[in-house]
């Protein structure tokens, strides 16, 4: 029998991370921020998110509506800002929900496990 | 700085024109803003910016997530149409392609044996890349385009669609199959190798065989295919079919007993040319070999068949 690679176990994870980067950064949106502050947050967050991917994503989402962006040229440095549109809010609040509805079931499945399978 | 300036038009010479500025002008204040960050205050440097660069990864990976196409050649929606059509296509095209290649080497002027093998299989192996590649591309496109799969390929996979599992047979369709290729094939060489030309290629068989003797040897060969129609409908080693077998064999182990014996088979041309200062005798034995060894092999496929009708 073939031990599980460790290899293996990154990858699971990585998919399991890998479904909530939406929603946490839809989550910090509410405010405006730029790209490297939103960057530097969700790692204070404790929620890493790597630059290749934040960065195109903010765009994706702008894209789809759900971001609107403004540029900032007030300081020396100009700064693209994003933040959560208003139909954007109504679809970060409809999201959260979906995450908690499938959040309650899996605790529920995972509670069910641990008692039978006693581990 | 320079390298930065490369690194950004790098990214962006892979976007759509409408993109390009808009991305160039956020990635540079992203990228100056976490260069300053890891500065922290000192003079930024080639060392830090290049850590930075390579943090955002190669920049056409980075292009492929800032656009909005596929970053998949085929992806998931249209990946299991193409391999059905792919595989589908590649087990009929290149075969026939090859098969009618192969006929056509033969009647041509000047031809061999291994002449007309050659020009099958390149034929094949053309045909191969050909359907390869344009199956791909057709796929391709119809990847970035926003048609429906289940619109192109038809209604859903149905449980009905499922062929039925292939019963045991006693008579192999693998074999029906062969052996209908095969008595094709001999068919078409003969015909190839004796039909009469204008150009003065030589024939290898006698012409005067297409008196009496070639068009029998074509009535064999359609009756071998019905026979193998036959065994291939009832499925298994019937009396009948035994009996048939049997029977036909014996023709065909007659047929060539007899032509062998009282016929000319090679062109006498054809020997001349082949041994212009020998008997030819090494012709009359290649003959004799190929005829002893029809001859057997119509024994052994009549035994056989009584042996299997037996099991």
């Given at each position: 029998?073939?031990?599980?690679?460790?290899?293996?176990?990154?990858?699971?994870?990585?998919?399991?991370?890998?479904?909530?980067?939406?929603?946490?950064?839809?989550?910090?949106?509410?405010?405006?921020?730029?790209?490297?502050?939103?960057?530097?947050?969700?790692?204070?967050?404790?929620?890493?998110?790597?630059?290749?991917?934040?960065?195109?994503?903010?765009?994706?989402?702008?894209?789809?509506?759900?971001?609107?962006?403004?540029?900032?040229?007030?300081?020396?440095?100009?700064?693209?800002?994003?933040?959560?549109?208003?139909?954007?809010?109504?679809?970060?609040?409809?999201?959260?929900?979906?995450?908690?509805?499938?959040?309650?079931?899996?605790?529920?499945?995972?509670?069910?496990?641990?008692?039978?399978?006693?581990? | 700085?320079?390298?930065?300036?490369?690194?950004?038009?790098?990214?962006?010479?892979?976007?759509?024109?409408?993109?390009?500025?808009?991305?160039?002008?956020?990635?540079?204040?992203?990228?100056?803003?976490?260069?300053?960050?890891?500065?922290?205050?000192?003079?930024?440097?080639?060392?830090?910016?290049?850590?930075?660069?390579?943090?955002?990864?190669?920049?056409?990976?980075?292009?492929?997530?800032?656009?909005?196409?596929?970053?998949?050649?085929?992806?998931?929606?249209?990946?299991?149409?193409?391999?059905?059509?792919?595989?589908?296509?590649?087990?009929i095209i290149p075969v026939v392609v090859a098969v009618i290649m192969f006929g056509v080497g033969l009647l041509e002027e000047g031809m061999t044996l291994g002449h007309a093998i050659a020009k099958a299989v390149g034929a094949g192996i053309g045909a191969v890349v050909q359907v390869g590649f344009w199956t791909t591309l057709v796929f391709a496109l119809l990847e970035r385009s926003s048609m429906d799969p289940a619109k192109i390929m038809g209604a859903e996979w149905q449980p009905d669609d499922l062929p039925d599992v292939p019963k045991k047979r006693q008579i192999a369709r693998s074999d029906t199959v062969a052996n209908i290729v095969l008595t094709v094939l001999a068919i078409v060489a003969t015909v190839a190798l004796t039909l009469p030309r204008?150009?003065?290629?030589?024939?290898?068989?006698?012409?005067?065989?297409?008196?009496?003797?070639?068009?029998?040897?074509?009535?064999?060969?359609?009756?071998?295919?019905?026979?193998?129609?036959?065994?291939?409908?009832?499925?298994?080693?019937?009396?009948?079919?035994?009996?048939?077998?049997?029977?036909?064999?014996?023709?065909?182990?007659?047929?060539?007993?007899?032509?062998?014996?009282?016929?000319?088979?090679?062109?006498?041309?054809?020997?001349?040319?082949?041994?212009?200062?020998?008997?030819?005798?090494?012709?009359?034995?290649?003959?004799?070999?190929?005829?002893?060894?029809?001859?057997?092999?119509?024994?052994?496929?009549?035994?056989?068949?009584?042996?299997?009708?037996?099991?």
């Amino acid at each position: 029998m073939i031990p599980i690679s460790e290899e293996t176990y990154a990858n699971h994870a990585l998919e399991l991370r890998r479904g909530t980067i939406v929603l946490a950064v839809l989550s910090m949106l509410k405010e405006p921020y730029y790209g490297y502050g939103l960057l530097q947050a969700l790692e204070a967050a404790d929620v890493p998110v790597d630059a290749g991917t934040l960065y195109p994503l903010l765009r994706r989402l702008e894209g789809q509506g759900i971001l609107s962006s403004a540029w900032d040229t007030s300081e020396a440095r100009p700064r693209k800002f994003y933040q959560l549109s208003t139909q954007g809010y109504v679809f970060y609040k409809r999201l959260h929900g979906e995450w908690d509805k499938t959040q309650k079931k899996l605790q529920t499945m995972l509670n069910k496990g641990e008692e039978n399978g006693n581990n | 700085m320079e390298i930065i300036d490369r690194y950004i038009h790098a990214v962006i010479r892979r976007l759509p024109q409408s993109q390009r500025e808009e991305v160039a002008r956020e990635l540079r204040a992203t990228i100056e803003d976490m260069v300053a960050d890891r500065a922290r205050g000192k003079k930024p440097n080639r060392a830090v910016t290049e850590m930075i660069l390579k943090e955002l990864g190669h920049p056409e990976v980075l292009a492929l997530r800032y656009s909005d196409t596929s970053a998949y050649l085929i992806g998931p929606k249209w990946s299991g149409a193409y391999w059905r059509v792919l595989v589908r296509l590649l087990s009929i095209i290149p075969v026939v392609v090859a098969v009618i290649m192969f006929g056509v080497g033969l009647l041509e002027e000047g031809m061999t044996l291994g002449h007309a093998i050659a020009k099958a299989v390149g034929a094949g192996i053309g045909a191969v890349v050909q359907v390869g590649f344009w199956t791909t591309l057709v796929f391709a496109l119809l990847e970035r385009s926003s048609m429906d799969p289940a619109k192109i390929m038809g209604a859903e996979w149905q449980p009905d669609d499922l062929p039925d599992v292939p019963k045991k047979r006693q008579i192999a369709r693998s074999d029906t199959v062969a052996n209908i290729v095969l008595t094709v094939l001999a068919i078409v060489a003969t015909v190839a190798l004796t039909l009469p030309r204008a150009s003065g290629s030589v024939q290898v068989l006698n012409p005067e065989l297409w008196n009496v003797w070639i068009p029998v040897f074509l009535g064999l060969g359609a009756a071998s295919i019905g026979l193998e129609a036959a065994k291939y409908r009832v499925g298994r080693w019937t009396r009948g079919l035994v009996g048939a077998n049997i029977v036909f064999n014996i023709v065909v182990a007659v047929y060539v007993i007899v032509l062998v014996f009282t016929q000319q088979v090679v062109n006498p041309v054809f020997v001349q040319l082949v041994s212009p200062h020998g008997s030819g005798e090494w012709v009359q034995w290649a003959v004799g070999i190929t005829a002893v060894a029809i001859v057997t092999g119509s024994v052994a496929s009549a035994v056989t068949s009584v042996y299997k009708s037996r099991q």
